[in-house]
């Protein structure tokens, strides 16, 4: 079982905002970064939100990350069909000494 | 830019090891400081495997801390991961990965080399 958690599947309407929560604990999410990466299918993994709330450049301003204590959440405003994929939450695990994933929420977009 | 290509073979025997191989193009692997092994069974999620810097230290996902290793090869700019006893459940698609030192996410991916176990 994956150390953080989430959803297994978000879905929204275009134009809509969704969002995506990812809970973890004191040993991991609470004390360190959190990243999320979109996964669209039969592709690598992509980032889109590193250190909590920072967007790497060429990233739609549509997305944007939270951390509040033991949790994070990843939000999508403006929902476009392009934005159905996996969507990941990662962070350092001190208990661990390693990286950990949540275990992914596919989101759809109806 | 950055390009990262996984090889190795595609089908491992049950008990046997699996081996791969991450060639490193368009920057030295001495430029940046981690470098990760992450897989994904299929249909599931994404799962940290571990990592090596430059200088040769290495983690270990703790579950599988006593069959894997990370080593490196800095004149051929690739490193490699050994997972030694596998079973179905190591079937996977495995990537390599680097880490951006500064914001601390995986910047470069590799597309993936699927390894099935099977006899």
């Known amino acids: 079982q994956p150390v953080l958690t989430q959803a297994p599947s978000a879905s929204g309407t275009p134009g809509q905002r969704v969002a995506i929560s990812c809970s973890g604990s004191?040993?991991?999410?609470?004390?360190?970064?959190v990243y999320w990466y979109q996964q669209l299918p039969g592709t690598a993994p992509k980032v889109l939100i590193y250190?909590?709330?920072q967007r790497p450049s060429g990233v739609p301003d549509r997305f944007s990350g939270s951390k509040s204590g033991t949790s994070a959440s990843l939000a999508i405003s403006g929902l476009r069909s392009e934005d159905e994929a996996d969507y990941y939450c990662?962070?350092?695990?001190?208990?661990?000494?390693?990286?950990?994933f949540g275990g992914g929420t596919k989101l759809t977009v109806l | 830019q950055v390009q990262l290509q996984e090889s190795g073979p595609g089908l491992v025997n049950p008990s046997g090891t699996l081996s791969l191989t991450c060639r490193v193009s368009g920057g030295s692997i001495s430029s940046s400081n981690w470098w990760s092994w992450v897989r994904q069974p299929p249909g599931k999620g994404l799962e940290w495997i571990g990592e090596?810097?430059?200088?040769?230290?290495?983690h270990y996902h703790p579950s599988l801390k006593s069959r894997v290793a990370v080593s490196v090869d800095k004149s051929k700019n690739q490193f490699f991961l050994s997972l030694r006893s596998v079973t179905a459940a190591d079937t996977a698609v495995y990537h390599c990965?680097?880490?951006?030192?500064?914001?601390?996410?995986?910047?470069?991916w590799g597309q993936g080399a699927l390894v099935t176990v099977s006899s």
């Open positions: 250190r909590n709330d």
């Open positions: 990662a962070t350092w695990d001190d208990s661990l000494s390693g990286r950990v």
């Open positions: 004191s040993s991991n999410i609470e004390n360190n970064y």
């Open positions: 990965a680097r880490l951006d030192d500064s914001a601390g996410y995986f910047q470069y």
């Open positions: 090596i810097s430059h200088t040769g230290s290495t």
